[in-house]
């Protein structure tokens, strides 16, 4: 399987993963990054699921008309592939391709439960590591990953960090 034209490189998510972390996170800013995925699909008229959970606790949860139950199922194996790596999902797509490898199908984790596609990302507490994931699901791989960024880069006012 090759890179797509649009994929970010490892380099990139790297990046993203290390300067969109937060000093705090509670409810109220699950619910704020939340609500943003939910305008930006809106606004791009697309459907998407969005689940912000923290410490296994689900702090935000909406899933748009036009997704199906299939998207869940979608955001626990993204989220699933995350919290054992502790990268976002995409990485382990873009290092399985850049490896040679096939995402659907990677040795280490079995596909009913670990998704190697875009969408999930961590939520790094600065000093403490990962908490907890933010998983969009409901577009191509590239475009949760992309959705969810860009709500962490405007929650955080990191307008420098790349796509």
Do not use: C
């Not at 939340?34 to 697309?46: D, S, T, Y």
């Not at 935000?60 to 199906?68: C, E, L, R």
Request: aromatic share 8%; charged share 25%.
């Amino acid at each position: 399987m090759n890179k797509k034209k649009n994929d970010p490189s490892i380099d990139v998510i790297k990046r993203q993963e290390q300067a969109l972390q937060f000093t705090s996170f509670d409810n109220d800013t699950a619910l704020a990054i939340g609500n943003r995925i939910i305008e930006q699909a809106k606004a791009e008229k697309v459907a998407v699921t969005v689940d912000v959970t923290v410490d296994r606790n689900p702090l935000f949860f909406h899933a748009m008309a036009g997704t199906s139950p299939n998207n869940i199922d979608w955001i626990r194996r993204k989220s699933n592939l995350v919290n054992r790596t502790g990268h976002a999902s995409f990485f382990t797509h873009i290092e399985a391709i850049d490896n040679g490898q096939d995402f659907n199908n990677l040795p280490a984790f079995d596909t009913k439960d670990f998704a190697a596609h875009g969408g999930a990302f961590p939520i790094i507490l600065k000093g403490k590591g990962q908490i907890g994931t933010i998983t969009v699901s409901g577009l191509a791989g590239v475009d949760d990953h992309a959705m969810a960024v860009r709500a962490l880069k405007w929650y955080l006012k990191q307008d420098e960090v790349p796509l």
